[in-house]
């Protein structure tokens, strides 16, 4: 049983920032992969960023230079700091963590609540 909890979203001004968190806890043996999607209504979720387990990340093209993902190993926590904000960014942000159960990286994908965040132009 693994649970991953989001915090951090909230209402800003154009050109604001927002820290957003997700932590994974429950039965988890190790992590593989992490990110954050993006989803408004009427529209697909898109992958916004990922990191591997060794840190390593990719970010759609959208916000490259704009938001940065990081985690905490430690903490099973990964990050999105997002900054510069725009309307466009506004929408429910859901973490993922590729977690292992046990020692044989049979990985499975769980997702965090989602968190919104809406940027007021």
């Known amino acids: 049983q693994v649970q991953l909890v989001e915090s951090g979203g909230g209402l800003v001004q154009t050109g604001g920032s927002l820290r957003l968190s997700c932590a994974a806890s429950?039965?988890?043996?190790?992590?593989?992969?992490m990110g954050w999607y993006r989803q408004v209504p009427g529209k697909q979720r898109d992958l916004v960023a990922s990191i591997t387990s060794g840190g390593s990340t990719n970010y759609a093209d959208s916000v490259k230079g704009q938001f940065t993902i990081s985690r905490d190993n430690a903490k099973n926590t990964v990050y999105l700091q997002t900054n510069s904000l725009k309307p466009e960014d506004t929408g429910v942000y859901y973490c993922?963590?590729?977690?292992?159960?046990?020692?044989?990286?049979?990985?499975?994908?769980?997702w965090g609540q989602g968190t919104q965040v809406t940027v007021s132009s």
């Open positions: 993922y963590a590729n977690v292992a159960y046990s020692s044989g990286r049979n990985f499975r994908t769980y």
């Open positions: 429950g039965s988890i043996f190790s992590i593989g992969g």
